[in-house]
């Protein structure tokens, strides 16, 4: 049987070539890596290798010819044992066989008559809804009952995420925590303090000062077989880490047909601090809720915190958990339960109201129910949705609620533009259209690095008086 | 000590005729030989198939370069893990994964390890502890670090395989990596596979110090560098870069020195190095060659046992391009599964 060599593509959009040499002639013989012939296309000169062994025994194509499409045979080699008269009848369709699939397949999908390659085109519609689907699941469950007459025990957010990593510790030995300044120091916020005096430097683990290093180590681990909560001193700094969390965390499970699965935590104080300037406040909610792979929780109370960082450790995926350093330190009650757990993708209605839905997470809760107090006191009744989780974002929650109010605010600490509240805006202008009295608003940071001097940092800042002046602007009140 | 040459202390490096003591006998050397043979022949097939359409994006093929994972791969042992980059063909098929499944995730299909959702660069074997297939120069690196801490901290006895090329021995996180490894003495061997050009950039024009097995000095890492055309002599370094590893010492690096006859990727015509340089490897420092050769001298096989050998691989690496596109493009539905592990919340 003769062997066809076929015009090659040399690179993934090339459709035609110029066979501008060839370095063989009939009766020559060839093995695997020889060069036969030279190939040009627009970009580039390249050589064409045998790939099998053989004796040249024709050349389909002259030397210069141009417009030489890809697939189409070229020559012929003769295998051993062959002559010449094996050349008869080969070059118009003889010898080849698994190249014709190719190009019938490949070639003349333009016609669309191919079932295959149609079938992996789905409308684009389609994708649309698939995709809300995906990105803003319906959470099914809801938070744990709390039986009546349980204490409750107040505890600084900073406490309870120390509480729940510590539990998660003593349930799972496979749990452990490694990040600057975790162990000896205690935790640069203090957030891990006492947790390397119960389980040890095995397992409470000091690194150097190495964010992209020890973000990819902790994946590893994680692929190993480890549950890795992995601390940022901020999330600043894991900007020098963002390829780990996103090219081997988020993309890994997906492109391994589902066999990588990544069981971390990346946590840290995300956002806004005091007085520290731009490198050091960046909210980067919106970067990672933008990532399909990844889970991206917020929480706002020491409940939620601890709930929710549990949840977060115990979950198979990987898990960018966003705190704030400036409510480390704030008091709130956590229920005196053995084990307190709370569902990711599940937002919180705060305050009940019946004329505008504030969405907020973080920080922002606290400042979104203070200005709901405030509207309150003008006759204006918000709803305060706490969003706690990003992604998957609870997208029923905050439509329901804006069907009863018909108006929406969306607060965010960090800017604004392609942001958590722009997201949030689009859903309900597609999904609650019809409810809606008044354009969705916005309320972030102003659109410039966070600067230092105190005036203008808070100018720079969202707050309180913000979101009250948004909610009365779509409830056309003064 | 950190830097000695293995082939100055190789016993295997003096080629006496027939008589050269080989640290391995007959079966190890017709594995690696065949397992090198299939390599070659799978990427053959490979680039034949680019060319023909079926084989899209992007595809690094790792002739010339087969020596260096069937050498390490002999030294390893069951449950030991390895992790490289995105010229990974030849390591999943050392690793024991089939040539059906690697062809079938070039092409793109249900078949393939990843369900055709990853591709060339991106596969992944749990069964045979490969992780990948790794498309961003140099994040193997931390990731096999941690592979390896993973190993230690379930005191499980077993290594890490951890390859890089020339051109990732520049990325930080590689140096990062280094320090981590040292500083807990992780069970991870370091194996840059220095084929001598990073893309079209060659050691020369993108190092300031040429020597990658002494990168590791300043860090305490032993490192020594390989012929990596020899998969005898691979495999006497690796041999002991595993068991340092394993015993407790913490990293080892390996410098490979090996080539690659093809082009970067199956787009690059390769203009920045002559003709003349590809043949002088390829025509005198071939390592199926130099493994046939072997074969023949210490006559562990005849003419017609070699090429039953030739025959068997070709028959293997003809049915995964069967197989390869025989398989079906994975149904619409998977575009949606594997992006998160479900859960009950």
Redesign the interface.
Known sequence: MTIEVLMPALSPTMEEGTLAKWTVKPGDAVKSGDVIAEIETDKATMEVEAVEEGTVGKLLVEEGAEGVKVNAPIAILLEEGEDESALEGAGSGGGKAKADDAEESDDDSGEDDAPETKASDVSAGAVESESKRQMHTRPAASDPEVPEGTDMVSTTVRDALRDAMAEEMRRDDTVFVMGEEVAEYQGAYKVTRGLLDEFGPKRVVDTPITEHGFAGVGVGAAFGGLRPVVEFMTFNFAMQAIDHLINSAAKTLYMSGGQMGCPIVFRGPNGAASRVGAQHSHDYSSWYANVPGLKVIAPYDSADAKGLLKAAIRDPNPVIFLEHELIYGESFDVPDVDDWVLPIGKAKVRREGSDVTITAHSRMVGFALEAAEKLAEEGIEAEVIDLRTLRPLDTETIIESVKKTNRLVCAEEGWGRMGVGAEISAVVTAEAFDYLDAPPARVHQKDVPLPYAANLEKLSLPGVEDIIAAAKAVCYAE | MATKRSTSSSSSSKSSRGAAKLPVGKEDVLAWYEDMLLIRRFE??A??L?????I???CHLY?GQEAVVVGVQGALEEGD?V?TGYRDHGHMLAAGMTANGVMAELTGREG????????SM?????EKQF??????VG?Q???????????Q??ENKKVCATYFGDGAANQ??VY??F??AK?WNLPVIYIIENNQYAMGTSVKRASSEVELYKRGISFGIPGEAVDGMNVIAVYEAAKKAVEHARSGKGPYILEMKTYR???HS??D?A?YRT?DEVNEY?DHKDPIDQARKLIVEHKFADEDALKEIDKKIKDIVSKS??FA?ES?????SE???????E???
């Not at chain 2, 393939?112 to 591709?119: E, F, L, N, R």
């Not at chain 2, 991106?122 to 749990?126: A, Y």
């Not at chain 2, 992780?131 to 961003?136: D, E, K, N, P």
């Not at chain 2, 079906?328 to 619409?332: G, H, I, K, V």
């Open positions: 053959e097939k680039g034949q680019y060319g023909m359409g079926l899209a994006g992007f002739i893990q992790i393939g390890y990843s369900k055709g959702k990853g591709g991106h596969m992944f074997s749990r992780f990948g297939g790794h498309g961003i994040a690196v931390a990731l096999g670090t941690g592979l390896a801490f993973a190993d901290y379930k930080g996180q990062e990596s320090n981590m500083l006859y093809r082009g199956m787009s015509p203009k003709r390829r391009a069967d596109q079906p493009e994975p149904d619409p575009l949606y599964t594997d992006v998160l592990i859960t009950d919340a």
